[in-house]
């Protein structure tokens, strides 16, 4: 690959990432006007990183964040396996939080599109 394919690619990665925060801050505030308590961004755990992990009442949100075009294609950037692990993740970080265990954990998803207003899909992939 040549100096400047490189360069292209490096900088495509580096603004991704940076849209992939920003969506993760525009998620959380979201969830804020929503009665959710943000605990945590990009938790890194031995099963899979949390984008965000939120509270509301006894209900732990394992808040996976997606930027697409549209819900579908968020819903469907997560696989089977993704869902799994960030279920486990979830419930692994409940069971090590005296003030967490008992709550509920859930696996929600979070969708922005540009132009369009932030969806929170709670309880994204039931039984799925």
Do not use: C
Request: zero cysteines; charged letters at 25%.
């Amino acid at each position: 690959m040549s100096g400047a394919k490189a360069a292209a690619r490096a900088a495509r990665g580096a603004a991704a990432r940076l849209a992939g925060r920003r969506s993760e801050v525009v998620a959380a505030v979201w969830l804020m006007a929503k009665g959710y308590r943000i605990l945590g961004f990009r938790l890194k755990t031995p099963q899979a990183e949390i984008d965000l992990l939120a509270l509301r009442g006894q209900v732990l949100a394992v808040v996976e964040v997606k930027r697409r075009a549209n819900l579908a294609s968020a819903l469907e950037a997560v696989t089977f396996d993704q869902r799994d692990r960030l279920r486990r993740a979830g419930a692994m970080l409940a069971s090590r939080r005296p003030r967490l265990v008992g709550a509920a954990v859930r696996l929600d998803l979070m969708a922005l599109a540009p132009g369009r207003l932030p969806r929170h899909i709670p309880d994204a992939w039931k039984g799925g």
